[in-house]
């Protein structure tokens, strides 16, 4: 097979990242978790595109909500638990799941299995958009030197 070429990828080829942007003490709960950014390969602007692994006991995110931002995810290996407001159920690859702005329904995938999952995320990028974690004191806000955490009460975590 001829190698792939602009506009074309493979996403092997994009490199992983590991690890969270969240502060602590929140970051280090995230687990095993790689993320490789198609969106961002790719130059796209208006949406991202992540092709996740999650290794046994990480997880996606700790649980939020947009108040500007559709997301979508597409499970393709392995077993997550998707978490929600209303409760838990297990996907396996072929299930997907979305998450409209504004919808206060918390989300996030955790990997109680003892195998790694693979799964697309796909959300809308828009300036302005917040994120609330029920769970957690932490927000997620902008300004004009770019995103920022912030507990609850608005004092900023450091950037």
Not at 37 to 56: E, S
Not at 100 to 109: I, K, M, Q, V
Request: hydrophobic content about 35%; proline content about 9%.
């Amino acid at each position: 097979m001829k190698p792939v070429v602009p506009p074309a990828l493979d996403p092997a080829g994009v490199p992983e990242q590991r690890g969270s942007g969240y502060p602590e003490p929140f970051r280090s709960r995230m687990g095993d978790r790689a993320k490789r950014r198609l969106g961002d390969a790719l130059g796209l602007k208006r949406f991202g595109v992540n092709l996740v692994t999650l290794g046994p006991g990480g997880q996606s995110a700790l649980r939020h909500w947009h108040t500007l931002e559709d997301e979508f995810v597409w499970v393709l290996e392995g077993e997550v638990v998707l978490v929600t407001s209303a409760g838990e159920q297990v996907l396996g690859p072929g299930t997907c799941a979305g998450y409209p702005a504004g919808s206060r329904d918390g989300h996030h995938f955790v990997n109680r299995s003892q195998a790694p999952a693979r799964y697309l995320e796909i959300g809308s990028a828009i300036d302005g958009d917040l994120a609330f974690y029920p769970d957690d004191d932490l927000m997620l806000g902008e300004d004009e030197q770019g995103p920022f955490y912030a507990h609850k009460d608005g004092r900023r975590y450091p950037r």
